[in-house]
């Protein structure tokens, strides 16, 4: 319609009326278009919203995850200190069962994983720019990109020194695995360390599990303890240092989900 107005206007000469038409459908167009963005603008915040609250959530459960792992490291960094005392200066007649019992346990190692589906959602399908505030941005991929670094470094300590150096060693000595025991070392394993299921618990209880370890009963001086004793301060570092790796990402955690908390706080409608 518009159109066709300007063509009789253009027909009969009348160049004030063409200019205004022209300018009415240039008008439109634009404000069409400004509607269109604003509307996109609207849309893109309300989904960056939602993400950054899923992606806060995930850090929660993050958290949750590591201070576990945190928690296991720190029990098994006293139980090697808790064995090499039986060692040294237990004499009681359940001496050898409580240092086999503590060495089982610390053949158990635990693996540390921060996934975050939002993240990785927000990855594959290109939507990271959604984060309007670059340094918010910045600091979210810089976070991922420290936890895979800080993982990889745990996988590679319990894979050389618990996995090979330590289980193989165990192993090799003919050290029997023992169920733990609270009662009888008077420390409790902590949540993340207890594995248990009705098979496990009457596989465990079978004749096979409880042979074996004589050796254990030596005396302190004993030359064995020559070969375990260097092997426990190694198993009781790698706890220590694990810890470490894993207190340093709690702290990264904490800090990006006050950064997110901010945000949130901020921008929430």
Do not use: C
């Not at 009705?198 to 064995?224: D, Q, R, T, V, W």
């Not at 894993?246 to 950064?259: F, W």
């Amino acid at each position: 319609m518009i159109l066709s107005r300007i063509i009789n206007h253009m027909k009969a000469q009348h160049w004030t009326a063409v200019f205004l038409d022209f300018a009415i459908v240039v008008a439109g167009v634009f404000l069409g278009m400004q509607v269109s963005n604003w509307n996109q603008y609207a849309a893109d915040r309300r989904a960056e919203t939602e993400y950054l609250r899923q992606l806060l959530g995930d850090l929660h459960n993050i958290e949750a995850e590591i201070n576990a792992q945190i928690e296991f490291e720190k029990f098994h960094a006293e139980l090697a200190a808790r064995v090499f005392d039986l060692i040294r200066n237990d004499r009681s007649a359940d001496r050898a069962l409580k240092i086999d019992i503590g060495l089982s346990e610390l053949t158990v190692r635990r693996t540390l994983r921060t996934q975050s589906p939002t993240f990785l959602d927000l990855q594959s399908s290109g939507k990271l720019e959604l984060i309007s505030d670059p340094a918010l941005r910045r600091a979210i991929i810089s976070y991922f990109y420290s936890t895979s670094r800080l993982e990889a470094a745990l996988d590679k300590n319990n894979a050389s020194f618990v996995d090979q150096s330590f289980n193989g060693f165990m192993a090799s000595q003919g050290i029997p695995p023992r169920s733990w025991d609270s009662g009888l070392m008077t420390m409790q394993l902590p949540p993340s360390a207890v594995i248990s299921s009705a098979f496990m618990s009457k596989a465990k209880a079978a004749p096979l599990y409880a042979a074996g370890g004589a050796a254990l009963a030596a005396p302190p001086e004993a030359e064995i303890w020559k070969e375990i004793v260097p092997r426990l301060a190694w198993r009781g570092q790698i706890a220590v240092n694990n810890a470490s790796l894993t207190l340093r990402l709690s702290a990264a955690t904490q800090g990006l989900e006050a950064n997110l908390a901010r945000r949130l706080g901020k921008d929430a409608p």
